[in-house]
């Protein structure tokens, strides 16, 4: 067991304590900002690995248990007996710690914790100079030194100790980070290493990340926590009235079941041939006016009132059908779950009113070749 100079869990293993040590002003400092060090209190010291700067662990909480199941109960009593008198022992320690700022544990408690575990603390300075001594390590992955980040750099240090004090045993280190989490640190402990550069290892997601535009709100400090909540609520209330648009294709058929329109919008959806376009808006007018008349006639709706076919789903796409009254289809293909695909679709009918029907070069049933019409059509599209 590893701990950075927040070394509570280490002062256990050495002495069956388990208590803060108070730290405060001066001594409370240290680690990097920019590395999510944040400012704590109780006795917990800032350090170069953020990640453990912590007091009490729930980890720990649960080994406790797990020693006291074993300790504290007699096998002669059943498991459910076993298992109260264990959490009433742990809560005993607990409410210790909240109130006298620690407890110690029965010598045979002790002694059970470290029959699996031994422990170390790895100091800033020993956490840097692990950084630099792994970096200049020989036959390590890659070009240049293998670079490992503050919290790997303490599992490192405490593995290397491990070996030495006990010969013959291998021993494994985990790295617990990406380096690029913690990069002020690192570039800290290899700034006078030759050739090294942080950018060398950063992941590709990563690079050009810093130029890229940021986005901020400024919240006033005199609003308050009721100032902060309008935003969030604003903000909520903004993407619940997005449309957010999967829109995959579109396919025009004219009244006699000709395809004179067809534009994909997503890749997203395998693409058909030319002649199979055809076929499909063929079929599917043979089949929406079957099912027109399908209609079952004790509901007497008269026939320009019936639908036909409005929508036809899969697992991976859904076809909505929109026909107008001239018996123009329009076929929207959307993802399964897309919202307002009705409000889409007559949307689409008045691009195709205004830059179509207007048109006074089109004429109507023939194929759609209109500039206009695609270039809204599509600017539609992607602004959604």
Known sequence: ?????????????????????????????????????????????????????????????????????????????????????????????????????????????????????????????ETVATIRDVYRWPNTPGSKGYVIDPHSAISMTATLRSAKAVLGVHNVALS??????????????????????????????????????????????????????????????????????????????????????????????NKISVNDLLVLAGTFHGVHAIAKSLTPSSLAIPSSQRTGIEVLESSHFRLTCFQTFSGIKFLLFTEPHQPNVDVIIRKVYELYADYVTKNPFYQLEMPIRCEAFDRHLMSYIRAK
């Open 1 to 125: 067991m590893a701990t950075n100079e927040n070394d509570i869990l280490h002062r256990f293993w050495q002495t069956g304590a388990y208590e803060k040590h108070a730290i405060h002003s001066a001594a409370e400092e240290g680690g990097l900002v920019e590395d999510g060090v944040k400012a704590h209190t109780d006795g917990v010291k800032e350090t170069l690995s953020p990640a453990m700067d912590i007091l009490m662990s729930s980890n720990f909480e649960r080994l406790l248990w797990f020693i006291a199941y074993d300790i504290f109960s007699s096998v002669e009593v059943g498991v459910q007996e076993r298992r109260q008198a264990a959490g009433l022992k742990v809560k005993e320690w607990q409410t210790n710690f909240k109130t006298k700022g620690g407890f110690s544990v029965e010598k045979k408690v002790l002694d059970a914790a470290k029959a699996d575990f031994t422990s170390e603390r790895v100091s800033d300075t």
């Open 176 to 269: 617990t980070a990406h380096t690029a989490k913690f990069s002020h640190a690192v570039e800290m402990a290899l700034a006078e290493e030759k050739g090294f550069q942080f950018k060398d290892i950063l992941p590709s997601q990563f690079i050009g990340l810093e130029d890229l535009p940021r986005r901020l709100v400024y919240v006033q400090k005199s609003g308050g926590l009721d100032g902060i909540r309008k935003i969030i609520v604003d903000e909520v209330k903004k993407e619940l009235d997005r449309t957010y648009l999967v829109v995959y294709s579109l396919i025009i058929i004219n009244k006699a079941g000709g395809l004179v329109y067809n534009r994909d919008f997503n890749s997203a959806l």
